[in-house]
């Protein structure tokens, strides 16, 4: 336990550390997800595009208005089986779904590990809450208003940074965690849509 106490000084720092390396990591989710979102209109645009009924360019729709547009224009075209149908599938042929199976799962792996991160917090800042508290009764002055009031204050610096830091981070995670999920699910509907038009379009090349 007097091993333990020795390390209360260092908690505030260490909760300052953790904080960076949770900023470094949500900058790069930010950064990947952007990066995703980015290639996955490229896919359906170069998966769209030569077609008769191409979705009209909208200068106010966002990145991942673009890819709802395209998801749903290609799965329309595929089920009504329209002349864009035989289009949709010759571009197949040129797509790999390989790249964003790889950065879907960079990305929900970073974002598992920000969402680890953020519980974090409020653990270091009660653990140096009660390290501090400890730490009174093995103090040289013993249980004096000194000691108690170094150890309260120790207490409160550790409890407040930690919570902060836990309030921030996770107003942030609430606010891209939401794109993220949406991100995944339409990658997930665009390998769909790239499976079943080569599989038909193999299917239909060995009758």
Known sequence: MNNLILV????SPLILICAAIEFVIFVSIFFQLNQQQKQLRDSLFNLSKGTKHFPDFDSQRGVQDDIGA????VANEISSNSQDCSVIRDNARNQSMKHIERRSFRLLN?????????????????LGTILALAGISTSPDGFSATAISK?????LDTTILGMLFAIIFTIIESAITPSIERLLEESQRYRSLLSRLLFDNSHKLRR
């Open 70 to 73: 395209y998801l749903d224009f």
């Open 8 to 11: 209360t000084p260092f908690i």
């Open 110 to 126: 970073a974002a598992s590990i920000a969402s680890a991160g953020v519980q974090v917090f409020p653990l270091l800042g009660i």
């Open 151 to 155: 150890a309260f204050v120790t207490a």
